[in-house]
């Protein structure tokens, strides 16, 4: 859709190849920044089209995630004839946005509609990867019928259609792959610049490690007591010990007291040599111990 939305804006509104390189994974928090990019027309009216992403908050120079690239090209935009085309037993579906959804006519054709259009044609564990041929014919619609055909190598042809049987969009070829979201979610992990994951590693001792004193221990609450203790002077303990999880209950306030812990340990050169032990109750339904 933003594809064709672009290819409006520079005459060239038919996409006339678009490839799915990686999916677009929406984190739990927070969103993703989208870019396009259209480049150039060649000596046919050929334009470049690639769309890219990276999550909101990323810093100014952090690397933008390719998903997917193509070509637009000029071309009439005219309803086609397509009622005596479609093979005998072509399967049909009706599609609508939800009522609470008001803002169709903002778009060429509203995301969510065409995701729930191409999902009625596919079968289950399938996306889309790739669209040949697709021309955009009325914008605003927020129900649609598909019409879809199959060949026996798993290409589609699609048609959308209003009420009166009028097209909103066709595509000549839709090709799709199987989808599997941990295989995605290792991919995003991996690529240059992804996020670090946090993951809890069991620590292996070995017998003289686990008889070693380590000299007396303290246990701490919050952050000013770590200070307090480091302000003491030469006597500090060997061990620090901080539980977390149970107080306070908003998750966010106990996520910050425990960093409070953990800046003010290695803010203090005294505690150098003193070790943070910080432990998490067991309680797998407590958000603020997640």
Not at 112 to 117: E, F, G
Not at 123 to 139: C, F, H
Not at 161 to 180: C, M, N, Q, R, Y
Request: charged fraction near 20%; charge should be negative.
């Amino acid at each position: 859709e933003l594809a064709i939305r672009f290819g409006d804006e520079v005459g060239s509104p038919v996409v006339e190849e678009l490839t799915v390189d990686r999916p677009v994974l929406l984190p739990l928090r927070g969103g993703r920044a989208v870019q396009m990019t259209v480049g150039e027309a060649d000596g046919q009216g050929r334009r470049p089209v690639e769309v890219y992403s990276r999550p909101d908050n990323a810093s100014l120079d952090a690397v933008w995630t390719r998903h997917a690239h193509g070509t637009l090209v000029p071309g009439p935009v005219t309803p086609s004839t397509s009622g005596a085309t479609w093979p005998t037993g072509s399967s049909a579906a009706d599609v609508a946005l939800d009522k609470s959804v008001d803002d169709a006519d903002r778009y060429g054709l509203h995301p969510a509609l065409l995701d729930a259009a191409i999902c009625t044609t596919l079968p289950a564990g399938m996306i889309a990867t790739r669209w040949s041929g697709v021309t955009l014919l009325a914008s605003g619609a927020a129900a649609v019928r598909v019409r879809a055909a199959h060949s026996t190598t798993g290409v589609t042809r699609l048609e959308l259609v209003d009420a009166t049987a009028a097209p909103v969009l066709t595509a000549d070829v839709v090709v799709a792959e199987p989808f599997s979201p941990e295989r995605a979610e290792g991919e995003e992990a991996s690529a240059p610049g992804a996020l670090f994951l946090v993951d809890w590693v069991e620590l292996s001792l070995s017998p003289g490690e686990v008889t070693e004193d380590a000299g007396t221990s303290v246990v701490v609450v919050d952050g000013e007591g770590v200070a307090a203790l480091a302000a003491d002077g030469p006597a500090v303990p060997g061990l620090l010990v901080y539980e977390a999880g149970h107080a306070p209950v908003d998750p966010r306030e106990a996520v910050a007291a425990a960093l409070a812990v953990v800046q003010a340990w290695l803010a203090a050169p005294a505690l150098a040599h003193t070790r943070l032990v910080v432990i998490v109750p067991d309680a797998e339904d407590d958000l603020a111990v997640a």
